[in-house]
Each structure stands twice: as C-alpha cells, then as structure tokens.
C-alpha cells in the first residue's frame, strides 16, 4: 500500500488533497461529468456507450435514442438488430447492443424497470463494472463515490495518491484519503486536468497549477 501509515503524513496527504481540489476548481470551475441525461436510466445508457468511446460522439446520438427509448421496458423489447442500427455509429456497438438490452431486461425483470441505487444491484447487471455503477450512483443518485476511468487512474498515480494499477484498488487508496464530500467533485477536477493540462503522453507540467504539489518524478522532463 503506498499511502502512509502514520497519522502525521496521513494527513498530510489528506491536506494536499483539499490544496490539490481548491487549485482544481479555480481552473476548471465547469468540471462536471461530460455526459447528458435527465435520469438514471439515461445515464446507465449513457455509461454503456461510452466504453471506448468519445463523449462528445455519446452526446450526439443520446438525444435521439432518449427521446426513441423512455423506459427499460423500451430497451429490453426492441430487437437487437434495430438497437445495434440505432447506436450503429458507436464503436463495439453489436456487444453495447446486446449489454443494454440484457441490462433492460434485468431492470424489467428483477428492479421494476428501475435503475437500482446501490452498489451490489447495480453489479449484478450485465454490462455493469465498478466503474460505471459509481459513476452512475456519484452523478445520478447523489452518493459520494470513486469512479476510476482513465483520467482518474493516471493522475491519482502521478501525484502519488496511489502505486496501484487494478482500479479497484484505486478506488480503495482514493477513498481512504479523499472526502466523502468531496469524492465526486474530486474525480470530475482530475478528469478536465486530465484532459487538458496533465495529458497522458506530454502533461504540461510547466503550466500546471498543481505542479508545486505533484510528485511525479517525470515532470522536470516535460519542461
Ligand atoms: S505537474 Fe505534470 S504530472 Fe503533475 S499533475 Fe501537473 S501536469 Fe500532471
């Protein structure tokens, strides 16, 4: 485990991480997650889609395919071949085809048509990893969740939040030193710093505004 032990530097890390968030916010005060929906299900779809996939191309086609499928039930009794001709322009668009409409089913079926707001249930979904039941349970439901997409990974490593590469437990060295009432705040900031300033092949750590608080031995190469 990389974070430290002792209570001192314990909570040291917890303070660099409240300078690391104040700094954050100030350059990007409209860090949010970059996805449109209007409810849970929306937002689980959303999820599905952009495995692999550019948000800005999810946003194109979701307005479409919202206003074509309101509910789970709506999902779940369409036929593969006009689901996969509806998100068609999507890469991996035959499995996102086949996750959210077994995913639909399993709402029908087991939850009502109703996206379930709790981790284990969400879990239990086809189509459904850790990663995007947080996401989903931090932006639809209001908890204070960790999710760990590529961004989030990469620069909790850099600034030495973490030495881990399994997500899980990222998510878990996160939890342990963010707080709760910061975690979904935390993730939108490294995800914009992520994308423009701490990039993963060339950060601009000379123009990085939490440089003075980063660890990462690689920065004084990227001058
Ligand atoms: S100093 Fe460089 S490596 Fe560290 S967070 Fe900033 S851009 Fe990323």
């Known amino acids: 485990m990389p974070l430290p032990t002792s209570k001192d530097a314990f909570a040291g890390t917890k303070t660099r991480i409240k300078k690391i968030i104040e700094r954050l916010a100030k350059i990007h005060p409209d860090a949010k997650l ?17 495995a692999q996939a550019r948000d800005d191309l999810i946003r194109k086609i979701t307005p479409g395919l919202f206003k074509k499928y309101r509910t789970a039930k709506d999902y779940a009794k369409t036929s593969l071949p006009k689901l996969q001709q509806d998100i068609g322009r999507i890469n991996f668009y035959r499995n996102k085809s086949r996750s959210i409409h077994n995913c639909c089913s399993e709402l029908v079926e087991r939850f009502g048509g109703k996206v379930p707001d ?7 979904l086809p189509g459904v990893g850790r990663k995007t039941a947080n996401i989903l349970l ?34 878990a060295d996160l939890t342990r030193v963010v707080s709760p009432a ?21 950060p601009k ?6 440089r003075g608080l980063c660890p990462y031995p690689a920065k004084m190469t990227w001058e």
């Not at 750590?205 to 939490?210: H, K, M, P, Y």
């Open 182 to 202: 910061q975690r979904v705040r935390f993730c939108h900031l490294l995800q914009y710093h992520g994308r423009r300033i701490c990039i993963a092949k060339k």
């Open 118 to 124: 709790n981790l284990d249930d969400l879990l239990s």
């Open 205 to 210: 750590c000379a123009e990085c505004v939490i």
């Open 138 to 171: 931090g932006n639809a439901f209001g908890q204070q969740t960790i999710g760990v997409d590529t961004h989030v990974m990469r620069l909790s490593q850099r600034l030495g939040l973490t030495e881990e590469t399994d997500p899980d437990k990222i998510e």
């Open 34 to 50: 970059d996805l449109d929906f209007s409810s849970a299900l929306e937002l689980l779809i959303a999820l599905i889609l952009a």
